[in-house]
């Protein structure tokens, strides 16, 4: 049963179009293919005929291929529509006839009498019909038009010698020919049916775009799709971000302003639903990135002191506030893994923990399995029975245990860590027992033991870190004016002035109010009219003739931001921006900028 069965009449009729047109854009190929086997032939053939027979053939094939590239760039102009491209096949097909009666007469007229000369022949044609099956057999009228005429001479010629030898070499042609052309029908049927479904693919993309009219017009393909729907995620990710940053910045800076006890309170529970909002956003925007492809690993050697040691310093707050103790264990093992993807996993996994741990302890270390390392997060917590330890990795599925109000989640977390992981091609194993913990581990491949790492500063200290804040000038760029606000209203809280501008040129007029030179550069990534933090801190830095540290802050959590900001060397603290890592990460740096700008005033 032929594979075109199931295809309606007009997508073959549009099927067949395109392989008119197909058929023309193979035009150089087809003519050097028709050159060169002509020539071959000549030079195997030469002494079987006057070289003035072979000069006029060779003359026919050339002409035959200029009158074919005269009509092609006719088709080219004339851009014709649907019903007039059977008329130019037609055109095309007769070319192709031509070609091969051409072949035809020289397997009649110069057939030799020397039966090596006589096979000779025979393996020219039936190469050059058969190295041409993948250009005819585009346009089947060009094909059978091509081929029948150039190989059924050569089997009624050798047939005609008459004796067994030339007649049984004429069956065994005649057979081959049959294979030949069932194969250039079979391989025509399977091009039609390809282009038959691509058009059907296009009706049904149409239909679509009909039926669901928010989507954007210019979606083509999938592959737009996935591109269109990256990118929203991407600017839905950095602009919601925006307002969630400067709401726990100004709920920090209300934290140190608090006098009394209900004050407090009130400011802890306000954070405690930030923090939940902020995990259950970023959950959202991993798993839709997931779903959308849009997440590429870029593995490297990861060094998980640095990394443990800022988990720890991320949450050890958020654990000490419900009186529960987070150790992050020092270790000197490395793993070959996408830094920022396997931090993800490992964010998930002690959010979980904390969140779930009402007494005692989280521990979060790496141990060696031979050629493998096994990061660990174990809690105290309320456990996980046998029968939820494989639906909880499931979208939005969770364990109906008690928690804090407003501290439940969505059930992502888990999912994501199973996602993420598998994009890694990590393991991840489960070992719990109710009422007594949970011990999650995360298995990766381990590469060389680094001699030794120093864990970076934890900014669980958060009094230390804020005392060295006392008296420095910040300079704010960012093109979200709340943002700004939040940061002035929390850095004065900790006794630092704030010059800040939606560009570096707002920021410099700022700093020239103030008179001073700022100590610290924290720059949004992403500002308006596609300037970026990245540029404003290196004309800020050019301006002022210092090369003054800076942090990035940034709503975009996107592997390939992360990587810009790493490759600039400059420190990226992503948003909504915790003000315990805000205050040790800038902590850390004007350690570095007081000595370079002490006692300077912008404009001296």
């Not at 035959?64 to 102009?77: E, G, H, K, S, Y």
């Not at 649907?82 to 020289?106: D, F, M, N, T």
């Not at 109710?434 to 999650?440: E, L, N, V």
Request: with cysteine; net charge positive.
């Amino acid at each position: 049963m032929s594979s075109l069965a199931g295809l309606g009449s007009a997508q073959l009729e549009r099927a067949r179009a395109d392989q008119v047109a197909l058929a023309y854009a193979s035009l150089p190929r087809t003519t050097l293919s028709m050159l060169l086997g002509g020539a071959l032939l000549a030079i195997a053939m030469r002494g079987q005929a006057d070289a003035a027979w072979w000069l006029a053939w060779f003359g026919l094939i050339a002409l035959n291929q200029f009158w074919r590239w005269r009509l092609t760039v006719a088709f080219r102009r004339a851009d014709p529509g649907a019903s007039a491209l059977p008329r130019w096949g037609r055109y095309w097909a007769a070319g192709s006839s031509l070609a091969g009666a051409l072949w035809g007469l020289a397997a009649v007229v110069v057939f030799p009498a020397s039966e090596p000369h006589q096979a000779l022949l025979i393996v020219c044609l039936f190469g050059v019909a058969l190295a041409g099956v993948n250009l005819t057999a585009v346009w089947r009228p060009s094909f059978y038009g091509f081929v029948l005429p150039a190989l059924l001479p050569l089997i009624a010629r050798v047939a005609w010698e008459g004796d067994p030898v030339h007649l049984d070499t004429a069956a065994v042609m005649a057979v081959v020919l049959a294979f030949v052309l069932a194969f250039g029908h079979r391989v025509n049927d399977l091009l039609t049916q390809a282009l038959a479904i691509r058009h059907e693919n296009v009706d049904l993309i149409g239909e679509l775009r009909a039926q669901t009219r928010a989507a954007v017009d210019a979606r083509a393909a999938a592959e737009a799709a996935n591109r269109a729907k990256s990118q929203l995620l991407a600017a839905a990710s950095h602009d919601l971000r925006q307002p969630l940053h400067a709401v726990g910045l100004y709920v920090a800076a209300l934290e140190s302003r608090a006098a009394d006890a209900e004050s407090r309170a009130i400011v802890a529970r306000t954070q405690q639903a930030l923090d939940s909002l902020d995990l259950q956003f970023g959950q959202l925007i991993d798993l839709s990135r997931l779903e959308a492809g849009a997440l590429v690993p870029q593995r490297e050697r990861v060094p998980l002191a640095p990394l443990l040691a800022a988990l720890a310093a991320e949450f050890r707050p958020q654990a000490e506030a419900k009186g529960v103790r987070l150790i992050a264990v020092p270790t000197r093992l490395a793993v070959d893994s996408d830094p920022a993807l396997l931090g993800r996993i490992l964010r998930n996994l002690v959010s979980n923990a904390v969140r779930c741990t009402r007494s005692g302890g989280v521990v979060v270390g790496a141990r060696r399995r031979g050629r493998e390392v096994a990061i660990e997060v174990v809690d105290t917590g309320i456990g996980i029975a046998p029968e939820h330890r494989e639906r909880i990795f499931e979208e939005f599925y969770q364990v109906r245990a008690p928690a804090p109000a407003g501290n439940r989640g969505m059930g992502l977390g888990l999912a994501i860590v199973r996602r993420l992981a598998d994009l890694l091609g990590h393991a991840v194993t489960l070992r719990s027992q109710p009422g007594r913990g949970s011990r999650f581990a995360v298995v990766a491949p381990r590469v060389t033991d680094l001699r030794s790492i120093a864990p970076r500063p934890e900014a669980g200290a958060a009094t230390g870190a804020q005392a060295c804040l006392a008296g420095a000038t910040i300079a704010v760029v960012d093109d979200d004016p709340a943002s700004i606000e939040a940061m002035r209203s929390l850095f004065l809280a900790w006794g630092a002035d704030v010059a800040g501008g939606g560009d570096a040129a707002e920021a410099l007029r700022a700093l020239g109010r103030l008179e001073r030179y700022p100590d610290l550069i924290v720059a949004d990534l992403r500002l308006e009219r596609g300037a970026n933090g990245l540029d404003a801190v290196a004309q800020l830095r050019d301006e002022l003739g210092v090369s003054i540290p800076a942090l990035v802050v940034s709503g975009d959590v996107s592997e390939d931001a992360t990587r810009s900001v790493r490759s600039a060397g400059l420190a990226l603290l992503a948003k909504p921006v915790v003000p315990a890592a805000l205050a040790g990460a800038a902590s850390v740096l004007l350690a570095q900028s007081r000595p370079a700008v002490a006692g300077r005033v912008v404009g001296a």
